[in-house]
Structures are given as C-alpha cells and as structure tokens.
C-alpha cells in the first residue's frame, strides 16, 4: 500500500500489533470497522512496527495468521525498518490516525473508552465518529481522549 492507493480519500492508519492485550481486546471490532467503511471509501491501513526478535508473536508470519483469523479485509503491513512508526511518532499500540481526503490529521484517539478487564463494551464509537464526519466532510472532534495500549517495542 503506498499514498496513491489512498489518494482522494480518507485514510485510516492503525498501528497494531499480535501480542498486546489491548490490541485483542478490539481485533474484532478493528476487522468490522474496515468491513463497514471500506465499502464507504475509506482507506485503511494496519502497521506492525514491534520488534519481532524481542516480540516473536509480532513476526511477519504471524501477522498474516492473526489477519486471516480475525478477518481484517484491510493490508496488515510490517514496518521492517520501524521507520514508519516513528514518521508517524506512533507511541502505542493501538495508536489510531484518521486522516481526511487531503491527508490532513483529522483525528488521532482512542477506538472508544473500553479496555482490557473492563465491562464498557468494545464499539468503536469515538473513532466511528470520527470517520462519520470525515467521511461527510466535517472535522472530527475537537478534544479526542488519547489511546491507551502497549509501547511499540523498538530495537534496541
């Protein structure tokens, strides 16, 4: 995936990974977000920028079981070089960037307020939001609540 294939239209960046808690607290929810907004013109993209040496579950291998598993229908991509994990300053996994037709920064937040052992379900419902309004050309919300996740395990 380059910015051509995305080119004219909103792009979602999810950094995320195998192994965090967090991150499979929401795959689920992740693979319906791309089922429903890719049909709607969003492009969407997963990167994996964790050090697999240090994190084998976070191989190259593993991401293409984990994607087939959990049916993300949207590239999973492996930031090799971590390169673009730190383009981005992408802390976290999750880290969620939502940009709008001009790839401008239109939202940078959580998925939505549950988390791992809580009982808020998983819904998605401040990132929908967002992408609601982007993908109807308004600006997403203001003061979005930072994510929560697992740091992105850089090489040493």
Same mark, same amino acid.
């Given at each position: 995936?380059?910015? +051509?294939?995305?080119? $004219? ?17 929401? +795959?689920?929810? #992740? /693979? ?8 709607? $013109? ?27 598993? #959990?049916?993300?229908?949207?590239? @999973?991509?492996?930031?090799? &070089? ?7 300053? *992408? ?15 239109? @939202? ?19 990132? +929908?939001? *967002?992408?609601?309004? #982007?993908? &109807?050309?308004?600006? /997403? &919300? ?5 994510? #929560? ?8």
């Amino acid at each position: 995936m380059s910015n +051509r294939d995305a080119a $004219g239209r909103p792009l979602l960046v999810l950094f995320l990974c195998n192994h965090c808690p967090f991150v499979k607290h929401i +795959r689920h929810e #992740v /693979a319906a977000i791309g089922r429903a907004y890719l049909p709607r $013109g969003l492009a969407i993209a997963g990167i994996n920028s964790n050090d697999p040496v240090a994190y084998p579950d976070d191989a190259p291998e593993r991401m293409i079981a984990e994607a087939c598993d #959990v049916g993300y229908c949207f590239p @999973y991509l492996f930031d090799e &070089t971590q390169q673009c994990a730190r383009a981005f300053d *992408a802390q976290c996994t999750p880290d969620i960037f939502l940009f709008d037709a001009d790839h401008r920064l239109a @939202y940078r937040g959580q998925l939505d307020d549950s988390r791992p052992k809580s009982t808020i379900p998983v819904t998605g419902r401040d990132l +929908r939001m *967002a992408m609601d309004a #982007v993908l &109807t050309g308004r600006a /997403a &919300t203001e003061s979005p609540i930072p994510s #929560v996740g697992c740091s992105i395990k850089w090489r040493s």
